[in-house]
């Protein structure tokens, strides 16, 4: 009898967390991420640069900061540093990413997927820092990039070229005399990592707490935008990932802390 009180008490949460997703979004209404200029008046679009290193990250891990960052006018460019081809199908998941940028409001034309002989998918091959540099300058100096967005030294699940990415950023910033703003994603312990929607509490809760600004949680307006992109990758789209889709907390709230150079 207790356990299904405690089952029917979270079954209710989960259903109260995604109401007040779906209810418009006053969480994300006293967001002041990259609108600081808004208040006075001042134009407030952004060119952003979303760095990842495969296709599909998009979707699974920032997906809640693209549609924010789409909806309120920032133009979005994609930067993916491979072509996933881990298991010999690079070309398809290229042209997937491709579909779902579409489906989540990116063109196509400010998506780019880099080809490098360096820089190939896999659990064990690392990613030089040096070349992850000069690829992502390159992109920042083209496109005018005002904000970049990746993920952080852990990179959500620990995959290794995650982590490479993160690093090719910090040396950007550290080498860069531009004044180019970073972000990364945080990434969440195992239970905040699979409770789905219900994490939005607690990313809310703990970015309001942090006075500098320095971190910034945003919810994912529209989560099944961010399922119909999942399933234009359909070279991924099984079971599990299906599941993660529908669990992580990734779909439904990104937590951002600025990255200090």
Known sequence: MVWLVIVGLLVLLWAVSLGKIHLGSSLNSKTTFLNDNASAGLPSRKNVLLVIAHPDDETMFFSPTINYLTSRGHNVYILCLSTGNADGIGGIRKEELYLASVVLKVPSQRVKVVDHPDLQDGFHKVWN??????????????????????????????????????????????????????????????????????????????????LNRELQSLLNENPFQSYAAMAQHRSQWIWFRKLFVSFSSYTYVNTLKMMNR
């Open 129 to 210: 820092c040096n070349l992850l540099e000069m690829i992502i300058k390159e992109e920042v100096d083209s496109k005018a990039i005002d904000v970049i967005i990746t993920f952080d030294n852990y990179g959500v699940s620990g995959h290794c070229n995650h982590c490479d990415v993160h690093r090719g950023v910090r040396k950007l910033l550290q080498n860069s005399s531009q004044q180019v703003e970073a972000w990364e994603l945080v990434s969440n312990n195992i239970l905040r990592k699979y409770c789905g929607p219900v994490d939005i509490w607690l990313s809310i809760l703990l970015a309001r707490k942090c």
